[in-house]
């Protein structure tokens, strides 16, 4: 089992940054890709972002690249998400995740197994 805590929303203007971290618990976090997604109101939950077990593959969806940059530190059992430049439309609960170690298809939701509870952002224009 893996338990995923998020930390660090709020509610910012447009154009400011936050940094979001999800602390692991529990087996191999190191092992794990690890994955952000997020969901908006009314809306279906999308990918935000990924990164491999070491960090050797990072993806993006088209909608953040260049603003947000998604990092681990395995050591300290924690995932992070550095957003910049944030937008109204950017505005949702954002929730990190941990897929098996064998998975390859980051854009994917349906592949994580481990799910945090969430960690509302909210930008005000």
């Known amino acids: 089992q893996v338990q995923l805590v998020e930390s660090g929303g709020g509610l910012v203007q447009a154009g400011d940054s936050l940094r979001l971290s999800c602390a692991a618990s529990g087996r191999s976090f190191s092992s794990y890709p690890m994955g952000w997604f997020r969901q908006a109101p009314g809306k279906e939950r999308e990918f935000v972002a990924a990164?491999?077990?070491?960090?050797?593959?990072?993806d993006y969806a088209d909608s953040v690249k260049g603003r947000f940059t998604i990092s681990r530190d395995n050591a300290k059992n924690t995932l992070y998400l550095q957003m910049n430049s944030l937008k109204p439309e950017d505005t949702a609960v954002y929730y990190c995740?941990?897929?098996?170690?064998?998975?390859?298809?980051?854009?994917?939701?349906?592949?994580?197994?481990?799910w945090g509870q969430g960690t509302q952002v909210t930008v005000s224009s």
């Open positions: 995740a941990a897929a098996p170690v064998y998975y390859r298809d980051y854009v994917k939701a349906i592949g994580y197994n481990y």
């Open positions: 990164i491999s077990w070491n960090g050797g593959r990072i």
